[in-house]
């Protein structure tokens, strides 16, 4: 089991929760490391959103639980009752993530009214927001987390599987059950590369040079994100018409098959050049096509004057095939638009670290 930076700092947070609380002499420093728990958040900015969401969750759970002791007492039926109230206002006020600290914070103030009550609730309520302080002090200090790399490295290794996938369905060299099992895989994958996308999308750059690199890369990632998801269409549609690619004309297999190769190189060199480990071709070369359009057009307009007149589902079935390509296809070529525009603005710059 691999112990990632979120679990460590989830136990500093506490650590230091519980430190500061003893220094302050709070009676109750375990409130302060359970609102640490509740704070730790996986990015720098999730975690400025998140404290300020809780500091204004905090003051109505507090002022709630403050008014309803001192008007019906603290009879647990109160408590309840209470606690529908805190939920309601928190989902009025679109604080829904913070509805479960603010609940904590109402019970921890009710739970035992003392003589000096007020100032009972203000401890509580303060010791709890230093459980809150302390896990923001920790998002900001330790392992700030680099979500870049991560995303990189899983949209490289999803579009690696599914390129290996797509070269052993052209060449019907797969186990049907095996590479249907992969494919429910790479769905997965790619609903995690998205994760990825959006937590690296809410990391924030301090710098105009660095800001305008980072919305370049954004515009570069979301695009092989959407290249690798028709990718994985098209292996897909390959892997549902196994029998209809089985059953094509020689040439017309030959000729799909050489096309597909010629795209899925296309997009692995890609890969590679945006980490600078494939030159960047000289602009006035001539522009590159990922795959010859015209001839698979052709070849499927000669299958379906074959099959012209016959109720055949294969024609419609090879229909969806080569439009799953040709998108596919479509995908790449603006990638690598992308790629060599970066290039231009940045090509001092690496794209991501070496390691990783």
């Not at 002090?137 to 599987?161: A, D, H, R, S």
Request: some cysteine; charged content about 20%; glycine content about 4%.
């Amino acid at each position: 089991m691999k112990l990632g930076a979120r679990i460590f700092k989830t136990g500093i947070a506490i650590v230091l929760s519980l430190y500061l609380a003893q220094l302050l002499n709070s009676p109750s420093p375990v409130f302060a490391a359970i609102a640490a728990i509740f704070a730790i958040q996986p990015t720098i900015y999730r975690s400025y959103l998140t404290i300020i969401e809780q500091i204004q969750s905090n003051i109505i759970g507090a002022l709630l639980a403050v008014f309803c002791v001192l008007l019906l007492g603290n009879h647990f039926i109160v408590v309840g009752l209470a606690a529908i109230l805190v939920i309601t206002l928190n989902l009025k006020l679109k604080l829904e993530n913070t509805i479960g600290l603010s609940l904590v914070t109402l019970i921890s103030i009710m739970e035992t009214p003392a003589e000096n009550f007020i100032q009972f609730a203000g401890i509580r309520f303060s010791t709890i927001m230093i459980g809150v302080f302390s896990a923001f002090l920790v998002n900001l200090v330790f392992m700030p987390p680099k979500y870049e790399n991560k995303l990189y490295q899983k949209i490289v290794e999803t579009t690696e599987k599914i390129i290996k996938w797509i070269r052993l369905s052209t060449r019907q060299d797969f186990d049907h059950q095996l590479l249907k099992t992969e494919i429910e895989k790479l769905r997965d994958s790619v609903k995690a590369m998205e994760q990825f996308y959006s937590m690296y999308k809410e990391e924030r750059s301090y710098f105009k040079k660095k800001h305008l690199e980072k919305s370049r890369k954004l515009v570069i990632y979301r695009q092989m994100i959407i290249t690798a998801n028709k990718g994985l269409n098209t292996l897909k549609k390959l892997h549902r018409f196994e029998n209809e690619v089985l059953m094509l004309p020689e040439e017309f297999r030959q000729a799909l098959q050489e096309q597909v190769d010629n795209l899925i190189y296309f997009h692995e060199q890609l890969m590679l050049r945006f980490i600078g480990k494939v030159p960047t071709p000289p602009s006035n070369q001539e522009e590159k096509v990922t795959i010859n359009k015209k001839e698979l057009y052709d070849f499927f307009l000669a299958y379906q004057s074959e099959m012209y007149g016959q109720n055949n589902p294969h024609l419609f079935h090879t229909m969806q095939i080569v439009s799953a390509i040709i998108d596919y296809s479509e995908q790449v070529e603006h990638l690598d638009v992308l790629i060599t525009s970066f290039h231009y603005y940045h090509h001092d710059e690496m794209c991501i670290e070496e390691n990783q």
